[in-house]
């Protein structure tokens, strides 16, 4: 992807640095008549840029990095190594997202994407509305002290609206709330695991066994103690509750 990116913009400068009578590519429709003449090439550099960027605007601005870090805690619990694998974690933890930020995303297409098609709204409009019910989903789930942290170094020392809080505020503040949330509800997935290793090596140390690890003894109690009281139901619906 990146290689291809390269060879793209390589190309995309050439043509219009050499001053070729036809150019590599033609664009037509982006730019508007009269603009200056590397208007398209900056353009395509900052498509580029946002493309590559696309994965972290995902996990910054939705509910991705609680959900991860919340399924990596299960599993790091049962101490089960790579067992789910790291692909199917992820494959979860996206659709969980796509499943929360289904209310967001339908009125970030109601309110900017259908209008911009239809010519309603500018690009610049089209984006400011779209990015309305993204700041709403990511204030709620802000603590005011971690907003108030990035407000003050940004200079911004009172507002009287959350209008007035600009974007690179909020997304930082929602990410460090996010990964504070994830980290309080692995610690109480990790207690009763940590209460049954206790037990078990306690109770092998008193038995004089004190060559068996207790962490292949306790293993399986732990999955069994998981899947009877059916543990992903209960983790997800956690998750889910989270973010009313």
Sequence with gaps: MTRHIAVTTALVLLSSRTGLAQPLIQVTGLTPEGAPEGLLTLQLLLLLTVLTLAPSLLILTTCFTRVITVLAFVRNSLATQNMPPNQVLIGIALF?????????????????VQPYIRGELSQAEAIKAGMLPIREFMLRQTREKDLALFAGFAGIEQ?????????HV???AFAISELKTAFQMGFMVFLPFLV????????????????????????????LLFVAVDGWY???????????
């Excluded at 507002?159 to 974007?167: G, K, W």
């Excluded at 049954?196 to 999955?223: Q, Y």
């Excluded at 209960?234 to 009313?244: G, T």
């Design 196 to 223: 049954l290793d206790m037990v078990v090596a306690s109770t092998l140390m008193s038995m004089g066994m004190l060559m068996l690890p207790p962490m292949m003894i306790s293993l399986p109690f732990k999955i």
């Design 170 to 172: 909020i997304i930082p």
């Design 96 to 112: 969980i997202t796509f499943f929360v930020m289904a209310p967001v995303w339908t009125q970030v297409n109601q309110q900017a």
């Design 159 to 167: 507002v009287s609206d959350t209008s007035e809080i600009p974007d």
């Design 234 to 244: 209960l983790v997800v619906k956690s998750l889910l509750l989270s973010f009313r």
